[in-house]
């Protein structure tokens, strides 16, 4: 095999250690430094130790880097590295607001860089077949998109386990920023942005937290399309659930099981043709056989595409520009609960940075 990439993990946490393993498993790439503020944390592993992210970035020997820290390191630590000429895989999400995903995206000159983002839910079939099926037009015009992601349900007990939990100054946000991100992408991978959101937000509306528990959004997507977008960390049972009704019919996927149910005539023909008052356009129920990968698996595809991509300049898996949508949306749907309104995309980033800040000040998470 020709050289090894050299990569280094900043942030050994929870997911810092899956990607240890997972990194492992592609032959490529070579593990030559690893970072976290806790050193002790890092005291297993044999591979070369630096007690902060910049460290690492200006001392490492290594020529790509993962960033699994909390999310306001993410874009600081990104630009260093893009300083340093490094490849850059992020953990979602990229930043917390919008104004510091620009300042990455400013930074990204060099193209020849890669940076990338940990979007895997976008490498199971399952999405994949979602996808395909609303670009290639199978699904006709979309008429509605409801996503309802409930099972996210939180305990006191979990909110409670950390300081910067669930804080405005420590976390930045709450079920929007750190359970949705996935299913934001996810919808706006599969379907498209909307160019106008209006949410129902409940800040520590069931826990004693700052940040969001509850959101209730309203969509409205260019075409005249209307979805919405439903999540809550203290709903149980919960539900992962995401509706697409095109003309062509109704796309359900339910805890990873794809029906599509598909008008043997489009819905908009058979309602302008039909002389029947009650008449409903016949049906197939269509059953779409999709694995369903693990959540190794998943980053294993992960980091196989950002080895490609370093390698042979294939397209990453999420790129920067793509992934600072579904942060786009949950500042959307944020920004539509601060200030009660509606807001139209893409979102003023300077007004959300000053009513964040605004809630960062009165925060009961200082920074140490
Ligand atoms: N893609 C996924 O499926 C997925 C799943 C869970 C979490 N995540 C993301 O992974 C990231 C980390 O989450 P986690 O659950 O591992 O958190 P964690 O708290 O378990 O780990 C974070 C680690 O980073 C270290 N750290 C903090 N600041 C640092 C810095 N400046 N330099 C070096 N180390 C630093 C901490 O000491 C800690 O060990 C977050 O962005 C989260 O959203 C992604």
Redesign the pocket.
Known sequence: MDKKIKIGI???????K?HYKNIKTVPEFEITAL????MD?MKDYSEAKFA???E?INKGDVEAIVI????F??VP?AVAALKKGLHVLI???VSVQMKDAKILLDAHKDKGRVVAC???NRTSQVYMKMREMVSSGELGAIQRVNMTVTQWFRSDAYFKS?GWRATWAGEGGGALL?QC??SLDLLQWITGMPKRVTANVGFGKHHDIEVEDEVTAILEYPNGAVGTFVTSTAEAPGLNRIEIAGDQGLLICDNNNLTYTRNEVRAKKFLKETEERFAVPPVWNVSIPAKVPT?DE??QNIHRNFKDAILKGVAPVASLQESVNSLELANAMLLSGFLNKPVDLPIDSEIYAAELEKRMKTSRFKKG
Do not use: C
């Not at 900043?10 to 810092?16: N, R």
């Not at 699994?68 to 999310?71: E, G, K, M, S």
């Open positions: 900043i942030g050994l946490g929870a997911m810092g899956g970072s976290d503020v806790n944390g902060s992210g910049e690492l699994v820290t909390p999310h390191d993410h630590l953990e979602k999400p940990v979007f895997n950390a750190n991100p996935h959540f998943l980053h």
